[in-house]
């Protein structure tokens, strides 16, 4: 593994992932009135397609966010670009609101509209 790599980078191979079109689903949560569990519905959902540059950054923030004491957790997957990240989801430090990215790897917009239902 490189020294400018991390567990959640190693495995990232740029060159098939510059070709590929990433598709991030990120959707924002918030406390329920009692405070011990999150809402099920979202209070916030966007969709829009990233680069691959900006995929490595997510996952390359992981550490630092974890080290400042926020709660991240990322799910790996088998996709065609390899085995990497699919979901992150971050947790603030004070747990007043829970953050998941939910990353797809994609030939083009077209795919995505059309297999997975978004809206890009």
Known sequence: MKKDRNRYTANLRMESLQAACIVVVEREYSR???GK???AK???SETRQITAQNYFNY???IPFFKNLGGSETCD???TYA???PVEIRSIAPDHSK???R???NVESPDTARNIYKLAI
């Open 32 to 34: 329920t009135a009692s």
């Open 76 to 78: 790996f997957g088998y």
């Open 37 to 39: 569990s999150w809402k």
């Open 98 to 100: 829970k953050i998941v």
């Open 82 to 84: 390899g085995y990497i």
């Open 42 to 44: 979202p209070n916030r």
């Open 59 to 61: 996952c390359d923030s």
């Open 102 to 104: 939910r990353f797809y």
